[in-house]
């Protein structure tokens, strides 16, 4: 009998779910968060969620949650006790226990005596690209996030993997978080220019497009005017989105005010934003190395593969990564931690996404292929028809090259001009530019 591993990611406008067993078999699901709103919300949704998978609750052996939504660290322990308890109510095996920023894992009474150590744990990301890096045998890496709220980005050398660092000393040496996500609001500063704002949309209105009520531009709106991302297929189509509320906004608060275009204001604002983080990525790695040529760049969270490539291109890196799993990379880092803590249990070397993997799909030569959409690339404004691919349809070592667009029910990868892409015997999206 296969024995399961629970983790949970309670972002600040998604929240993922991953329960994995033994054999490396793999279950994902993306959430809005409602840890806002109910507790009972989020216990029915983990329930259905096992259902799914077609798993007993009793054969869940541990439980791990890591909070990043913003919220007083003393509530985040009273949601995560409450949590707990309508859980154990519920017939859950055992207490769950929640992921610090030291690598730690810690009941919730423990917790409770220093609570900012479990707020927003980086350590997710940084065992992902440990994991993947060594998968991969890649030892050198540039891992970049980029989720609702925020963006982290870490390096990995052949000298960090080889050091005796603490995870403490990893994450302040070679981590960065940064206050850029995809729900992040965009405004125009003193100059005139699109800008990211330092608040981010809530989980409650989020981006415009969401149609919950917000009506200020956001780096989603940006890409959904581009192209980038399906309209019906985000979060398995669980949330329509809505484009000609995305154009309205970015119409009123960036195209009017400046006198251009809604695409042309959309493409100044994705285009600043992988500016910016290349920037940060220049900064990040300038004291370990000089020339990122023999650096692999390996992209997460759901708005990362959409601008990975673009990043990886302004900062001189040739290969990039889009892993299995890509969308939920914290909560893939929270078993990772587990895995570290538990010396009864390792985690598989390769991980399978359960009931994903469709290579039956067929529409006209390429099995792969979904259909085609205008998308928006270059700064002439001029749209390519984009050829659309299905991730779950792509076999192992099938090729295809750019300009194109792979969907997945977590993350869209947006692959650029004289990008080459490669899927691995570890259902790893391999991506090479030239």
């Not at 803590?341 to 799909?361: L, S, V």
């Amino acid at each position: 009998m296969s024995r399961y591993r629970f983790s949970i990611d309670l972002g600040e406008t998604f929240t993922d779910f991953v329960i994995l067993d033994d054999t490396g078999r793999l279950s994902i699901k993306k959430i809005p968060t409602t840890i806002h709103d109910s507790i009972h919300n989020l216990v029915e949704d983990l329930r259905y969620f096992v259902m799914e998978c077609k798993i007993e609750i009793a054969d869940i052996e541990a439980l791990v949650v890591g909070i990043s939504v913003q919220m007083p660290p003393d509530r985040a322990i009273n949601c995560a006790r409450d949590l707990e308890q309508q859980l154990l109510a519920a017939g859950w095996p055992s207490p769950l226990q929640l992921v610090t920023n030291h690598g730690q894992l810690l009941r919730i009474h423990e917790a409770a005596e220093n609570p900012e150590a479990i707020m927003s744990p980086r350590i997710g990301g940084l065992m992902t690209g440990r994991y993947f890096g060594e998968q991969m045998e890649q030892k050198n890496l540039v891992v970049l996030r980029i989720g609702g709220a925020s963006a982290f980005l870490s390096l990995q050398t052949e000298l960090s993997a080889r050091s005796m660092d603490t995870l403490d000393q990893s994450l302040e040496k070679y981590g960065l978080s940064l206050p850029i996500g995809g729900n992040s609001y965009i405004g125009l500063n003193d100059k005139g220019e699109p800008v990211l704002q330092p608040e981010h949309a809530t989980p409650g209105p989020g981006p415009a497009c969401f149609d919950r009520g917000g009506d200020l531009p956001t780096l989603t709106d940006a890409d959904l005017v581009l192209g980038y991302l399906n309209k019906d297929y985000f979060l398995y189509g669980a949330i329509p989105l809505k484009i000609e509320l995305a154009k309205k906004a970015i119409l009123k608060h960036l195209a009017t005010p400046l006198n251009i275009s809604v695409e042309e204001a959309a493409m100044r604002v994705s285009s600043g934003v992988d500016a910016t983080i290349a920037d940060h990525i220049r900064k990040l790695t300038g004291a370990h190395t000089r020339n990122l040529e023999s650096y692999s760049l390996l992209a997460f969270g759901g708005a990362g593969p959409v601008h990975a490539c673009e990043i990886a291109r302004l900062v001189g890196i040739s290969q990039m990564v889009v892993p299995v799993g890509a969308g939920v990379s914290s909560a893939l880092g929270y078993l990772l931690v587990l895995s570290e803590n538990d010396p009864d249990w390792q985690i598989p070397k390769a991980m399978q996404r359960a009931g994903y993997y469709n290579p039956t799909r067929r529409l006209g030569d390429f099995y792969a292929l979904k259909g085609y959409r205008s998308v928006y690339y270059e700064k002439d404004l001029t749209p390519c028809g984009c050829p659309i691919y299905d991730r779950a349809g792509i076999r192992s070592d099938d090729t295809l090259s750019g300009p194109a667009i792979i969907e997945g029910p977590e993350t869209t990868v947006v692959m650029r001009e004289k990008s080459y892409a490669r899927m691995d015997a570890f259902r790893n999206l391999r991506i090479s530019m030239r």
